[in-house]
């Protein structure tokens, strides 16, 4: 059987680039639904994208990749199709748009637009060989049993990272791209909780709080949620993306608070009253008696020079932890790293040196923050594959 396009995985941006290919095209995955990761993000609302979308909110090795496909598709485009379709939405913190509904209704968005532009889907389909013969791309597909021969001028690498594999992932985006002499740069965990070592914070599982995750290289304003491995919530969460292992994060526990000021003010109020009794006006009770220990936090107000008062605030704003890993690949929501952007021209994300493969998605060594970002990169690259494949003689 032959196709104009082949695209391998179907999600964001796989089903995205079907329905700008301009027809004769297959999306074929390995699941019995299309959409999968889609389905589950946002707590099952979907998070489709982001108000304040910039190349900014990238990381790469390249960080002007981005620019170009996401220049010509905006998060402005995605909501303008959203509309269309009648799928209401709400905005959330910090730009973050979530479906009013379910997840559900922006698979069915992108089923729709496949479908309405002539693509074709097959789901329960494996991929076997993938060979370059005779200026066309032949595949092997195991599908209900049956083996298909399919070949085609255009094949898409869009079956994402490895990130959370017991949905299916793989790396089977970058054995391809090895295979046709695509350069790989290291992939690790992204968006990701820390670990621990012996449930160090087991007793604050559970505990919430704002905070201000740093290191050298970024810093974050969210929250932050302790739990029986460790520590996770959106703070942490971004913070993963720019760690390496054995580095220190520092975790600023109190943002918002002019602490050493409350804290004065409250000695010349409450002075007989107990330091760890005042912080708990500000900070979870769990926490500080965790902190009491940490910090060794005893005696009254009273007893507390100004000296004394600024160390403490000095630990609080700047605690010094080194995590013992991430969780990993098992709950990273992103990979890392991937196909080198270099290898990839950047308006059409067709492979310089092979003519007629495309990488898209987070294949590609491009990832975005917690928000929104990941899938408005689905939505951008996979359009300007798809245009370009429409566009290609």
């Known amino acids: 059987m032959f196709k104009n396009t082949v695209i391998l995985g179907a999600g964001a941006a796989g089903m995205m680039c079907a329905a700008h290919s301009g027809g004769d095209c297959l999306v074929i995955d390995h699941a019995k639904s299309p959409g999968e990761k889609i389905r589950i993000s946002g707590g099952g609302r979907c998070n489709f994208t982001n108000l304040d979308t910039t190349p900014e909110n990238y990381l790469s090795q390249n960080p002007h990749f981005c620019k170009s496909a996401m220049a010509r598709y905006t998060q402005w485009d995605f909501i303008s199709l959203v509309d269309r379709h009648g799928i209401a939405w709400h905005e959330k913190t910090l730009g973050q748009l ?10 069915a968005l992108l089923v729709q637009e496949l479908q ?7 789901l329960q389909t494996s991929v076997g060989e993938v060979r370059l013969e005779g200026g066309r791309y032949h595949l092997t597909l195991l599908r209900e049993g049956k083996p298909h021969q399919v070949s085609c001028n255009n094949l898409v690498l869009a079956t994402g990272g490895k990130s959370i594999p017991k949905m299916g992932a793989t790396g089977l985006a970058y054995d391809l791209a090895q295979q046709f002499g695509l350069n790989l740069i290291e992939t690790r965990a992204g968006l990701v909780p820390f670990t621990f070592p012996e449930g160090r914070f087991a007793a604050l599982a559970g505990t919430a709080l704002p905070t201000r995750l740093s290191n050298p290289r970024a810093s974050f304003d969210e929250a932050l949620l302790f739990t029986h491995r460790g520590l996770s919530g959106p703070s942490v969460l971004q913070l993963s993306s720019y760690w390496r292992e054995g580095e220190a994060i520092s975790v600023n526990l109190i943002p918002q608070v002019d602490l050493f000021n409350a804290l004065r003010d409250q000695r010349q109020l409450q002075g007989r009253r107990a330091l760890t009794t005042e912080l708990a006006r500000h900070l979870p009770g769990r926490l500080v008696e965790f902190l009491a220990t940490e910090f060794q936090i005893t005696d009254r107000l ?10 403490l605030c000095d630990q609080l704003a700047n605690w010094q932890l080194i995590p013992g890993g991430s969780e990993g690949y098992r709950t990273a929501e992103v990979t890392l790293g991937g196909i080198d952007t270099d290898a990839l021209s950047s308006k059409t994300m067709q492979a310089k040196a092979r003519p007629g493969l495309f990488a898209i998605g987070e294949a590609v060594d491009v990832t975005g923050w917690l928000g929104g970002y990941n899938f408005q990169w689905a939505w951008a690259s996979g359009h300007a594959a798809g245009q370009a494949i429409a566009s290609r003689v």
């Open 98 to 107: 979530f479906c009013d509904g379910s997840a559900k209704q922006i698979v």
């Open 116 to 122: 309405q532009a002539g693509a074709e889907l097959w």
């Open 302 to 311: 009273a007893d507390q020079s100004d000296a004394a008062l600024q160390a």
